[in-house]
């Protein structure tokens, strides 16, 4: 299966431009699964909650999702990426996942970071799985999550308890630790986690805030698969055996999933 990241720099309020470069980066990619950066169709940095009006977009109906169906269709391919969603009179942070056939998936971010909490609703349901299918693998289960969600690990205890074998997560990172702690969010549940990050700086009136780029996949066993670079925009695409996430057994002895003692942890 060949799984992978794409790590730009989307412009903020300009999801014409975004959604360009993001084609003009896949026009020679082949790929089952890519994962795109958070809030990749409007950018990060919103100084006024009227901004998310004009840049916020409806799953069924908005033009950033109806290019990546579109992408999805022609590759036969499936992506997932962050998206600034409106529902009815609520903006939510969200991951999407997009199928080959159009059928998107949706999560919203359950752990808002900082300013988020001014724009967006937080989600209020727990992350969903998802299977997926394709040319060159069959029944592959997904979860997504997304930026600081990681920072939470009950988020990819509870995908990778629901069968996910490979954690998607769409990310804007500010800090520098989320990189390396992705090693442990995938050894800890034997899973593939894919983190694709943005780069830049979004320069908004007074405020700036710069993004540590280092997308990363990382393998069960806590292998670095790709790590990008801190500053260049890049697509990654490896080749992954989505099934060795299946087997929690870390030797003869331990199994991570059934050596669990939930009777001590008082969660
Ligand atoms: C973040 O959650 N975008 C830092």
Not at 138 to 166: N, S, Y
Not at 230 to 236: A, F, S
């Amino acid at each position: 299966m060949k799984t992978g990241y794409l790590q730009f720099k989307p412009e903020f309020g300009n999801p014409d431009k975004n959604i360009s470069r993001i084609k003009e980066m896949l026009s020679d990619k082949e790929f089952d699964l890519l994962v795109l950066p958070e809030l990749a169709n409007s950018g990060y940095l919103f100084i006024d909650k009227s901004e998310l009006n004009d840049l916020a977009e409806d799953v069924e109906t908005g033009k950033f999702c109806s290019a990546l169906k579109e992408i999805c269709s022609s590759k036969n391919a499936h992506i997932v990426s962050g998206l600034c969603e409106r529902s009815g009179d609520r903006f939510y942070n969200s991951s999407i996942l997009v199928r080959p056939d159009g059928k998107i998936s949706v999560y919203r971010k359950i752990h808002l970071f900082d300013e988020e909490k001014l724009w967006f609703t937080p989600g209020y349901s727990s992350p969903e799985v998802y299977e997926i299918s394709g040319e060159n693998f069959q029944k592959v289960k997904i979860g997504m999550m997304i930026c600081f969600d990681w920072f939470f690990p009950e988020t990819a205890r509870t995908l990778a308890l629901k069968g996910a074998q490979i954690i998607c997560h769409p990310s804007n990172l500010v800090m520098a630790y989320c990189q390396t702690a992705m090693f442990t969010r995938a050894l800890e549940n034997r899973v593939f986690t894919i983190t694709a990050n943005r780069i830049g700086y979004d320069v908004r009136e007074n405020k700036e805030l710069f993004f540590t780029g280092e997308s990363v996949i990382v393998s069960p066993k806590g292998e670095y698969l790709c790590r990008g670079s801190k500053d260049k925009e890049e697509i990654c695409i490896t080749e992954i055996d989505p099934d060795i996430a299946l087997n929690k057994n870390l030797n003869d002895r331990n199994n991570i999933f059934t050596d669990r003692k939930k009777e001590f942890y008082n969660l």
